[in-house]
């Protein structure tokens, strides 16, 4: 069973910058593709940024160029820097390892994120 932990979340105002950090226990990090996702109550969550096993990374048009997704296999560690923050990145953020677009692990408890105008 693969646990997924985020932290970094916090209140921030507008145009600030945030860190969110994703640790994955099991062995196969290295081997998947890793995600990070924002859902606001109410709302489907929505895939912000992928991260292949080759780096190859992929964002949502609404967070390009200002967000960056990384990941460090040797801490399984996946992580999402987010830079000029708006109000509407106001949302609870969790990772996932991926195929495709389909996520393949339980959900954590994912780490909220406030913008402040």
């Known amino acids: 069973q693969v646990q997924l932990v985020e932290s970094g979340g916090g209140l921030v105002q507008t145009g600030g910058s945030l860190r969110l950090s994703c640790a994955a226990s099991?062995?196969?990090?290295?081997?998947?593709?890793m995600a990070w996702y924002r859902q606001v109550p109410g709302e489907q969550r929505e895939m912000v940024a992928v991260?292949?096993?080759?780096?190859?990374?992929n964002y949502v048009d609404s967070v390009k160029g200002r967000f960056t997704i990384s990941r460090d296999n040797a801490k399984r560690t996946v992580y999402l820097q987010m830079n000029s923050l708006k109000p509407e990145d106001t949302a609870n953020y969790y990772c996932?390892?991926?195929?495709?677009?389909?996520?393949?692990?339980?959900w954590g408890q994912g780490t909220q994120v406030t913008v402040s105008s």
């Open positions: 996932n390892a991926v195929e495709g677009s389909r996520p393949l692990f339980s």
């Open positions: 991260i292949a096993t080759n780096y190859y990374t």
């Open positions: 099991g062995t196969i990090f290295g081997t998947r593709a």
